[in-house]
């Protein structure tokens, strides 16, 4: 079945980095786009980033309150997804998980913690 393992979270002062992973499988992962999303403490989950799939040349697109700051990215060869985050605030605290784009059905994994604070 679909499954996806989000690793790569933490904890991280303000301005720093962190680079997400997630393993999906159960899939043909090239043919899919692939998206990031988020759920805060206390809110509805959120989308983040997107990106198509193999073959129509990497597009991706961002949510308005990260756009600048994260990077999205995808090795069609290891089934994973990526997204890189730079100059993290506290508002990007939440936990991230990966999801195939236009698959609301699919079963969503455990996510990866991301809190960002002094």
């Known amino acids: 079945q679909v499954q996806f393992v989000e690793s790569g979270g933490g904890l991280v002062h303000p301005g720093g980095s962190l680079r997400l992973s997630c393993s999906a499988s159960g899939f043909s992962f090239s043919n899919d786009h692939m998206s990031w999303y988020r759920r805060a403490p206390g809110k509805e989950r959120e989308w983040v980033a997107f990106?198509?799939?193999?073959?129509?040349?990497?597009?991706?697109t961002y949510a308005d309150s990260v756009k600048g700051r994260f990077a999205i990215s995808r090795d069609n060869a290891e089934n994973t997804v990526y997204l890189q985050m730079n100059s993290l605030k506290p508002e990007d605290t939440a936990v991230y998980y990966c999801?195939?784009?236009?698959?609301?059905?699919?079963?969503w994994g455990q996510g990866t913690q991301v809190t960002v604070s002094s």
């Open positions: 999801h195939r784009a236009n698959f609301p059905n699919d079963a």
């Open positions: 990106i198509t799939r193999a073959g129509l040349g990497g597009g991706t």
